[in-house]
């Protein structure tokens, strides 16, 4: 296939700008680091979008023309307006695939897509996680063995507010004696959504290879099959209907 | 258990006024002839409220005091007011149980905690309806045979634009030759959701037995085990953390 | 309600009788204890059956009046009759409730319901064990907080060999490293299938009270609703067929 | 990619032999016309295996062979060994992707697989049945429009007894007031299982271009991603553990 899978990588890219710990690790904002290690994909297509863009840099035909979005955002959920958060909530029910990371627990999007809290309990501290691998054939965590660790991440811990999991992932560990549903799938109307926890911007965990190949993983997974426009269409009887004795005095009825 | 299970039918309650024909059927209002053959258990405590009433009838302690809410809304979901389901939707998370009627499929509620589009198919004619009980076990069905038929209804179509079902409890068999997902639960944090396909206004369905019995078996089956506000707290460590060498340099975040 | 749930609490009861250390923990074997805690119950009707009596205590009539079965096993699996394991599957398809217990993850008839390996990783050492509760809402968790915790248990570790749960209780984080899916539920024909981790023989799991109130609440969360017999009957049609041109040809098919 | 997906499409292959309506539509065997149109995709490589060959045409190195498993049995499940059929389990859970079409719901290694009775509504007449699209941006559904007919067709019909699918792709209509959940899949272990109801040997059903279509898509979707031997092994900790002070009694235990 000559076809290639067209990636959105969207971030926040306030972190960078205002932390410098932030800015040492991610130089030129998290998505760039994302869209590199994506673009070695033959096959990939990456641009990227951020917060302080226009229209959040998803304005015009971008999501019309994106196959998976890729999603981090973290201090400003606030900021995305609603009417982005609904074109792209379109776009996912229509067939785009969503990759939801970390902190994109609390965006917009993933609430109204999963329709729950999201919540969970967190802290930033000197925990380790070891990320357990339930579901070897996934093709999400091929490449993936039993288990990887990354040295030092933010703790997210149980109980997540989420609808129980089409597919179960990954469940972490942490130091701090927490555990965590750390890759979760979902279909949303003809849309995939994957959820992977790992990637807190005072970390350097987008550079580590693990989590680089279970996204680029993600992102062959999530690729759409189709694009369906909503539709909620008046079908007429495919088999013959009684004649209705009430007929006469139906009014016609236009709404729906 | 002396404890009642505190209920509210919410009904749109526009075209009882409007087409005698409706008028005819439910004089009171569908939310009446619900809250009637509900009130019938003595442990049920029924209460009504409407779309035109202050706050939708749904303001001060109502939703506090509900442990399970009933919602037929059809040809005024627009109106429903976005504070008010984000309040229901607050409700459901924390523990409420809700029942969604026939063309609350549209409902803003229901389209906000399933996350897609719950479109389908339909049309108005002289359909039978017949559904088949997937589940016979389930305590919604428990006095329902392997099928009961509706002698004439609005007919809706697959696909229906929802999330694979928790559990799928009836499916319907229309003359025109359309099947539909007309039963199935979902659920959402700590409430469970129930969609139910019949009871389109202008058919006399809410008075048919096994459509009562299937609603008063729900009431029990969503009635609420708990109900836990929204939390995602800070959470210290259970176990021994290391020490920290960065510490000294790491801002005091205070964001989530 | 007047009726008692009938509970019949299996074990295998051999390490008891030979392993000091477990005969101390549980002089009369670890169904007297599960029995005992669950007779406290006054809708409880609590017998047990162990693998070394004739049909290992479940035949004549005793599975036709059990409600909910609980299923301990470890060393003998094998030992347990196919005839047995067959009976005790259909009770299930039909509504009985079962409980597997710790290595009843590898018991022939938990196997024979699921389907899978039901293969996990494990180690007997000094692991301390914290269960987290993923579904507050849920009946079985009630009385349970946020997390508890077993001083030392054996370890379970992922990838567990289960078929993704229909929903998701408890996670258990383990001092060496390791998680598991240490609460789960399933339903298989009319019964409801419910798994609990801990309980491993040298220690004293079943004398914890957060172990007891989980297995209290299992069995009345597990309680048929029904029981159905297995059928496949051949059926009627309930609308006008087109007559068949070829009838006359078609040979008598007695087989299904 | 260069590799083959290594089909096995298994057959009874009896109604053939002894019933002229049904060797008048398949010849050579329902096994050789579904090879047939599969043997079209340049990238699927097929051989076909039979009930009364040795083994079943399995034995040998032909399961750990094959990628995709079709299934076609009726009237002779009980003729199927048991010891094969341990072996497919094992392949399935390894791995290997398995279609069951029609009759074979009730195929031993179809219930041994989901753990259910997988029992039905059955009745060999005139209905036509109609296939509705349910999830239309399924891989297996590709091609494949709202919903299909098939002009004649034995009717199935629920409720049906198996677990809730992971994902619900095909739900019938049959003429004589019927509904049926005709294609369906789920997880067991590392392989795909997908129900394709369509099939009876008197209707030319696998001649028909969208049954065809469903099948050639359904290898490629099942197709598998690992190998994986089963294996439940005992393993070191991975963070330091509290010294025992009960290690010097604690007495070598050998089993699991």
Known sequence: MNKKIRITVWNEFRHEKSNPRVTEIYPEGMHTTIANFLSKEVDYEVRTATLDEPEHGLGGDVLAHTDVLIWWGHMAHGDVSDTIVAKVKTRV????????????????????????????????????????????????????????????????????????????????????????????????????????RPGHETYPTYHQAEVQKIITNAVRWAEPTVCIPDACPNSPALEPLPEDPAAADRPTLGYK
């Open 93 to 196: 029910l229509e067939g785009m695939g969503l990759i939801a990371l970390h902190s994109a627990h609390y965006a917009k999007i993933f609430k109204a897509l999963l329709g729950t809290t999201c919540s969970l309990k967190w802290r930033e501290s000197t925990d380790k996680e070891r990320l357990w691998n339930t579901m070897p054939a996934h093709p999400i965590l091929q490449g993936i063995g039993d288990y990887f660790e990354i040295p030092q991440e933010e703790m997210y811990g149980e109980p997540f507010g989420i609808p129980t999991p089409q597919e179960q992932l990954l469940i972490s560990w942490f130091t701090g004696g927490e555990v965590f549903r750390s890759g979760a799938t979902w279909t949303r109307g003809n849309g995939k959504i994957f959820y992977f």
